[in-house]
Structures are given as structure tokens and as C-alpha cells.
């Protein structure tokens, strides 16, 4: 039995386009993108185990195709084999910008859709018969979602985008004693709206603000909420005013 390890070997390595090596590409860039979409679906992120299975296979497929097509077909001996997969890299940004939700303020996704176009092309240098690089970087991708959100985590590092809506009793003049209030817990003011209603006498406010990814906020909603006589105070990652 051991005697036909290298002829298969040789038949998944083989630089010829064949149904084995072929079969073996695509299941190894399923595995590969099944990899990656388990992380992503743990985060509950939109794209998961299928989206970025589905694109690896793709991509995979796309660059057997452009292998194949001047191997097989007479004249075409001298074709470009990378045209194919050029369009592939430029069409998988379509669905890499599906992945991003834009909001009034912020943009989130931009790490699943750098995630979904990384994948595409770990799905084409499978194709290609890139075997090894294509699991040193699905492993690479893997240590840089895992291990850094840890990183980042323990150390307290990074920002995200949070709303801060309220509504408080009177017309406001300022928001001089709010910015205190943020510049206090070290928390970046990127800009605010405000909602005068003199006939019911109140003022509504949503403030745009940076925090540290990992930062309880509640102590700061306290603190907000202890500004003026607020009847309504919400904290939200999606700005909806």
C-alpha cells in the first residue's frame, strides 16, 4: 500500500489540471474557508461557515478553470491563465462591501470583508497548488482574529464607534458639562446632533462617541444621566436618529 504514496503525491502536486488533484483542491480550500468562517460565526458576524466555504471553493474553482481552459483547448496553448483570476480578486470586493454595514458615523464589517477577500485568494492559491501556503495563511488569518482579539482584550487597546441618545427637561444652552463628562473617562466626542422640542420644553441629544472596545460604560451613563434631569437615556453600537 505504501508504494502508492508517491504516485498519488505526484497526482495531487502535478502542475496538469486532472480530476483527482482537482477534486483534492477543492475539498482542501473547503476546509480552508470552513476555518475561517467557524471564527467569523463565532463573532456573529452576517458572513459564516457557508459564505466564506462557498468563497474559497470559488475562487478555487475560478483558478482551475483558468488552468485549464489553455491546457486542454487547441490554440489557446499560449493563453493567459491569469485573467480569470484576475476578475475574481476584483469581483470578490462586491461581496466583501455586502459584508460592511454603513451607518450615519461608522462603518462596521471592514474586518469580514478583509476576511472574505483574504480567503478568495487562499481559495485560488489552492487552485493553483499552492498547498502549503494556503494553510500557513489560513493559519496566520486564524491567529490574527484569535490571538490579537485577546491581545487587545488583556490590554484594553482599540475603539469602537457607540451612540449615546438622550432627552432631557429644558432647552439646553451647551454641552460644555457632557464633554467634561466624556473627556473625564477618556472617551473622544466625534460629533453630536441636538433636537429642541419648546413646545414639550426638552432637548435631545445624540452624541457620536469613541470608547475603548472593552470598556463598561454603564459608570458613564451614571454620570451623563446626572447632568441635567434626563427623562430618556440609550446606549446603542448602531446610530439610528
Not at 461608522?106 to 470583508?113: C, E, F, I, M, Y
Not at 445624540?206 to 475603548?212: C, K, T, Y
Amino acid at each position: 500500500m505504501l508504494e502508492f504514496f508517491p504516485e498519488i503525491y505526484d497526482t495531487i502536486t502535478s502542475l496538469e489540471v486532472n480530476l483527482p488533484n482537482s477534486v483534492f483542491r477543492l475539498v482542501l480550500s473547503m476546509l480552508l474557508g470552513m476555518a475561517v468562517g467557524a471564527e467569523r460565526k463565532r463573532k456573529g458576524q452576517i458572513a459564516g461557515i457557508r459564505t466564506f466555504t462557498l468563497i474559497s471553493m470559488g475562487a478555487c474553482l475560478a483558478m482551475l478553470l483558468s488552468i485549464y481552459v489553455p491546457q486542454v483547448y487547441l490554440g489557446l496553448k499560449n493563453g493567459d491563465p491569469g485573467r480569470i483570476a484576475a476578475q475574481v480578486i476584483t469581483g470578490i470586493g462586491f461581496i466583501g462591501g455586502g459584508a460592511m454595514i454603513h451607518m450615519k458615523g461608522a462603518v462596521r464589517g471592514l474586518t469580514t470583508a478583509a476576511g472574505i477577500w483574504m480567503t478568495a485568494i487562499i481559495g485560488m492559491a489552492v487552485g493553483i497548488g499552492m498547498y502549503l501556503i494556503s494553510i500557513s495563511a489560513t493559519v496566520l488569518i486564524l491567529l490574527t482574529l484569535v490571538a490579537f482579539e485577546h491581545y487587545e482584550k488583556s490590554r484594553g487597546v482599540g475603539q469602537v464607534s457607540k451612540v449615546i441618545n438622550l432627552k432631557v427637561s429644558g432647552i439646553l444652552p451647551d454641552i460644555e458639562a457632557y464633554r467634561k463628562v466624556f473627556d473625564k473617562n477618556g472617551i473622544h466626542l466625534s460629533t453630536f446632533f441636538v433636537e429642541y422640542d419648546y413646545e414639550r420644553d426638552v432637548t435631545e441629544l445624540n452624541f457620536v462617541v469613541l470608547a475603548h472596545a472593552y470598556a463598561d460604560l454603564m459608570p458613564v451613563l451614571q454620570e451623563i444621566g446626572a447632568v441635567s434631569k434626563t427623562l430618556k437615556l440609550t446606549l446603542s453600537s448602531q446610530l439610528d436618529i
